[in-house]
Nanobody, 120 residues
Framework: QVQLVESGGGLVQPGGSLRLSCAASGFTFNMYAMSWYRQAPGKERELVATIGNLGVTKKYVDSVKGRFTISRDNAKNTVLLQMNNLKPEDTAVYYC?????????????WGQGTQVTVSS
């Protein structure tokens, strides 16, 4: 059974930090690229950051560059999102995503999401 379980969300003041964690199970973690998406109320889901299966390639949406860092630990089947200098516009539900291609078939899994609220 595939599971992606996010944790670490919460309420933080502007300028503060949070670290999101996603624990994966039920699939071969080191064969999947991992991403964090977010969705704010009334907006479409947005790709925030992606890390390749070996942790070498990392990409970020422009709005979080220099503030967010994605990392993974393939020994622990975990992906992290360190979020610094948070802004009110970062408020959203953050989702963990796994995507991989095995053979000729693409597989994609989602977590249930964790709320991040940035407010004074």
């Amino acid at each position: 059974q595939v599971q992606l379980v996010e944790s670490g969300g919460g309420l933080v003041q502007p300028g503060g930090s949070l670290r999101l964690s996603c624990a994966a199970s039920g699939f071969t973690f080191n064969m999947y690229a991992m991403s964090w998406y977010r969705q704010a109320p009334g907006k479409e889901r947005e790709l925030v950051a992606t890390i390749g299966n070996l942790g070498v390639t990392k990409k970020y949406v422009d709005s979080v560059k220099g503030r967010f860092t994605i990392s993974r630990d393939n020994a622990k089947n975990t992906v992290l999102l360190q979020m610094n200098n948070l802004k009110p516009e970062d408020t959203a539900v953050y989702y963990c995503n796994a995507r991989g291609v095995l053979g000729f078939k693409q597989y994609e899994y989602w977590g249930q999401g964790t709320q991040v609220t940035v407010s004074s």
